[in-house]
């Protein structure tokens, strides 16, 4: 079992930025691939960015790619998505999730993820 807690939501103004951290507990953090989704009112979850166990590769969505950056500390179990340039469209619930396995074509799957963390809101407003 892994752990997921996420931190670092709230409420910014368009243009701004927000870091939200993901930590995990639990077995070998270094052992999974790390991403992070997230899901606005009455739409479906979407992936947002991935990385990899030893963080030499990344992954974006078309939609946050230039303005989002993850990254991950190993020796310190955390995962952590800088969002920078925010737009009222980034207005969602953020989740960070794990899993065991990793493909180079299937990054932004949320259902062959493992483990999910609760969530935390960032809202922008205009």
């Known amino acids: 079992q892994v752990q997921l807690v996420e931190s670092g939501g709230g409420l910014v103004q368009a243009g701004g930025s927000l870091r939200l951290s993901c930590a995990a507990s639990?077995?070998?953090?270094?052992?999974?691939?790390m991403g992070w989704f997230r899901q606005a009112p009455g739409k479906e979850r979407e992936f947002v960015a991935a990385?990899?166990?030893?963080?030499?590769?990344?992954h974006y969505a078309d939609s946050v790619k230039g303005r989002f950056t993850i990254s991950r500390d190993n020796a310190k179990n955390t995962v952590t998505l800088q969002m920078n340039s925010l737009k009222p469209e980034d207005t969602a619930v953020y989740y960070c999730a794990a899993r065991r396995t990793y493909s180079s074509g299937t990054y932004y799957a949320d259902g062959l993820f493992d483990y999910w963390g609760q969530g935390t809101q960032v809202t922008v407003s205009s």
């Open positions: 990385i990899t166990r030893s963080g030499g590769t990344t």
């Open positions: 639990g077995r070998t953090f270094s052992n999974y691939f």
